[in-house]
């Protein structure tokens, strides 16, 4: 049987935060949100050539499913300075139906057009919050029909694989 | 949170990862306006990795996908092989997706928590200030290296009374289903009984 230790320990850090000075809490996310705000236009631009490069990828017969997934990832990180979630939403479900046919091999173009033309929507555009959160209902919709696909092919292989 | 509360990060020092140079930048910007301006960064964990041979730190915040090694492995190997201050060092991963088959190492590298991307400077302090407040216990396995993973049940949190998930029990009790028992019979659950032989 595997020995398990168990122990506290106190980091440095909580001592050096309970020290005199410094600032209080409010005062802090009022500073971290200045931050974030000074960083717009450059979170946008990143969003705008995040996006280019996945509709450039999507335009092509053949390319790396991954390299769509990276710029995906691109876009939810540059949304921090968003205060909606809907495009890093969007961008997150890209990801999952990524993931799930990186599982199966198999990845229908139709979706990721799909998850790409709501996030053009999403992105610099006035719909309400109503509208957006229509299309993210849909773009689970779409995950969750490629995932229902994919296993009923994988069902369909199996049963096949039996009887022969 | 209480905006009220005074924190001091400017002696604490961080080490940052993350391969993509906007959202390294910009994560470090949350930092330093928080105070913490002790900040080494690194564009990869293998570089990170030979920074924390030489150096320990007070926090450590990696991006949970990267090339070559990603974040949950840099962690996995700070716990074991991160030497004997270093490896006790607080580790948030910071990730924008989590893939299905990526989730269980992510449970497993050690990590204090995992939070997903866009940051927001409030939930980024806040996992600092969880991190400082040391409250949960460190455990050593075979299996497993890091903080304790296991959340006891102590109700809603008291932001959200009415809980966070469709089964969470309300925070108010219901009337009693029976009498409560008598003394005599409480008594008697406990009352020394002469063995019959």
């Known amino acids: 049987m595997s020995v398990v230790k168990k122990y506290h320990v106190k980091p440095r850090l909580a001592t050096l935060i309970k020290q005199s000075g410094g600032m209080y809490v409010g005062e802090a996310l009022k500073r971290g949100q200045a931050v974030i705000e000074e960083h717009l236009e450059d979170c946008l631009s990143e969003i705008d050539l995040a996006m280019a490069a996945m509709e450039a990828l999507a335009a092509k017969a053949d390319y790396d499913i991954e390299e769509m997934y990276t710029a995906s990832t691109r876009v939810i990180a540059a949304c921090a300075v968003l205060s909606d979630e809907s495009l890093a939403q969007a961008a997150r479900s890209l990801c999952d139906l990524i993931d799930r046919a990186s599982e199966t091999g198999k990845i229908n173009p139709m979706s990721v057009q799909v998850h790409l033309a709501s996030m053009k929507l999403l992105h610099r555009s006035e719909a309400g919050p109503d509208e957006r959160a229509q299309i993210i209902k849909g773009l689970a919709l779409v995950v969750e029909k490629q995932e229902r696909q994919a296993q009923a092919q994988a069902e369909a292989a199996a049963a096949k694989a039996a009887k022969s | ?197």
Not at chain 2, 87 to 103: D, E, G, N
Request: net charge neutral.
């Open chain 2, 1 to 197: 949170m209480q905006t009220s509360t005074k924190i001091n990060l400017e002696k604490a020092t961080a080490l940052v990862i993350d391969d993509n140079q906007q959202a390294l930048d910009l994560l470090c910007g949350v930092l330093a306006s928080f105070g913490l301006r002790e900040q080494v960064r690194c564009n990869s964990a293998l570089e990170a990795k030979e920074i924390c041979k030489r150096q320990t730190f007070d926090l450590i915040l990696t991006d949970g996908a990267m090339p070559e090694m990603d974040g949950y492995e840099f962690v996995h190997w700070l716990r074991r092989e991160g030497g004997d201050q270093g490896r006790l060092t607080p580790a948030i991963v910071i990730t924008a997706h989590t893939r299905k088959s990526h989730v269980m190492k992510a449970r497993d590298c050690g990590a204090n928590f995992i939070i997903a991307k866009p940051i927001t400077p409030t939930i980024i302090l806040q996992r600092i200030l969880w991190v400082a407040q040391a409250s949960r216990m460190f455990i050593e396995a075979d299996t497993f290296i890091g903080p304790d993973r296991r959340f006891k049940q102590l109700g809603p949190p008291a932001e959200f009374p009415d809980g966070r998930r469709k089964d969470d029990k309300p925070i108010e009790l219901g009337a009693a289903q029976e009498p409560n028992m008598s003394q005599e019979e409480l008594d008697n659950m406990i009352k020394a009984q002469k063995a019959a032989l």
